[in-house]
């Protein structure tokens, strides 16, 4: 395949209006998460050091479970749109089902691991005498709540592959209210301190899986879909899933050797790294949304058998891509001196932070286009390209990140590695794009 000719004016309205209505409920529901745990923060924070550092560990231990099993979404909205593109909801609705239920075995399996080893990995962590008894006590409390969180993440996946993202903004908004109401109402109301928070957590967490179920079960009733588990489609999605694990732990290691090498560049460059990273992980989720808008259009595109139109807003979604990051890379370098006041009011870390967030700026354009053609892979069902062309990624970064210690340029030169690391995602998905070999058509892959 070449590069598909540019829609119809008319269509291109109606590719837009289809992205804008997907793309910004998703976005406002991706942020929820990261709100969830400044809630936390900010509740904890006014007990204690050691109950705030406590959390700060078990936190970090707990998204980076979760994280690790964002397939779960990612895989469930492909298929899931797939067979919408179909026209065969029933047979979409018990796809998002075997998700479903491959998340809940996973969320218990998780449980069965934490909770008897938390105290060996708190202390791996190295977290103090003082804060790791509240680190284990938030942590068992809180891996309770991981197959709700799970079941969340596979049920999101269910509704935007039926083109649906708004009930996720809705039912994130109400999980993040009720998480406040109730981390204040056990932390100071009852008088439970660190545990209070956790269970708070717990319990907003599976309101949140209830009203997912609720909503895929009604429709499951509607259209004759069975809810009963199926090993063979629960082992396909594990199966459709695996690639996609391959790929976000291969982009957990990039972020982790990032943080190890500025750590080794000392006090001031590991400060301006994690403010920048903060930066740089909010300018992802307006990026992601888009993404996620991708996932689900092109499967439907797909599973209806139209790959000109696939290819069309394919295209259409690159140039949106390029577009929205061009206007945060402004943002970021207008908001430069008006942003580090906000973190620290050391000058050394400013200095620092200044240069390597002009990189920053200048590189998300690249990242516009990364997230918007990584989108486009998975709802193609592309997994396994895109797990070979992260560790390829991931074989390009490593090297770079870890000689800047040896040849000098500091923070800024970690970030030039970390937008090399963009660039070469960039080049693989365009030339995968190009090639036309993820336009496979049909109601599966």
Do not use: K
Not at 246 to 269: H, W
Request: with cysteine.
């Amino acid at each position: 395949m070449t590069q598909a000719p540019a829609a119809p004016r008319g269509s291109r309205r109606r590719h837009d209006r289809e992205i804008v209505a997907l793309a910004v409920p998703a976005f406002g529901a991706l942020i929820a998460e990261p709100l969830f745990l400044m809630a936390d923060t900010a509740i904890v924070g006014h007990l204690g050091t050691a109950q705030l550092a406590g959390l700060g560990v078990a936190s970090a231990l707990l998204a980076t479970a979760v994280s690790v099993f964002v397939f779960l979404a990612y895989a469930t909205t492909a298929a899931v749109a797939r067979r919408v593109g179909a026209g065969d909801l029933p047979a979409a609705i018990r796809q998002g089902m075997d998700g479903i239920w491959l998340a809940l075995l996973l969320g218990l399996a998780v449980i069965a691991v934490v909770l008897p080893t938390a105290p060996a990995v708190v202390e791996l962590f190295g977290s103090s005498d003082t804060a790791a008894p509240y680190a284990v006590t938030y942590l068992r409390i809180s891996a309770l709540g991981i197959p709700a969180m799970l079941v969340v993440l596979a049920a999101t996946g269910v509704l935007r592959g039926l083109q649906d993202t708004r009930t996720p903004l809705y039912v994130a908004v109400a999980g993040f209210v009720a998480n406040g109401v109730l981390n204040v109402a056990l932390v100071y109301g009852a008088g439970l301190g660190i545990a209070g928070s956790a269970w708070g957590t717990v319990i907003a967490q599976f309101a949140m899986a209830a009203a997912y179920l609720v909503v895929v079960v009604r429709g499951a009733r509607r259209h004759g879909a069975s809810l009963r588990p199926d090993a063979a489609g629960i082992r396909a999605c594990a199966r459709a899933g695996a690639p996609l694990l391959v790929r976000t732990l291969s982009l957990r290691a990039i972020l982790m050797i990032a943080t190890a090498v500025a750590a080794r560049l000392g006090d001031a460059d590991i400060a301006a790294h994690q403010i920048i990273l903060s930066l740089w992980s909010l300018l992802a989720f307006a990026l992601d949304a888009i993404a996620i808008a991708g996932q689900a259009i092109i499967g439907r595109y797909l599973g209806a058998g139209d790959a000109l139109g696939a290819r069309q807003v394919c295209r259409r979604m690159v140039e949106w891509g390029i577009g929205v990051g061009v206007v945060l890379g402004g943002l970021v370098i207008a908001a430069r001196p008006l942003f580090l006041p906000l973190f620290t009011g050391d000058s050394t870390v400013h200095d620092t932070a200044l240069p390597a967030l002009l990189v920053v700026a200048l590189a998300q354009p690249i990242c516009g286009v990364v997230y918007v053609l990584d989108g486009v892979l998975m709802g193609a069902g592309d997994g396994p390209y895109l797990a070979r062309a992260m560790l390829l990624t991931l074989a390009v970064f490593a090297p770079a990140a870890l000689l800047v210690p040896v040849f000098g340029g500091g923070l800024t030169a970690l970030w030039a590695a970390m937008t090399l690391m963009m660039t070469v995602r960039m080049l693989t998905l365009w030339l995968r794009t190009r090639s036309g070999r993820w336009v496979v058509t049909g109601a599966t892959r």
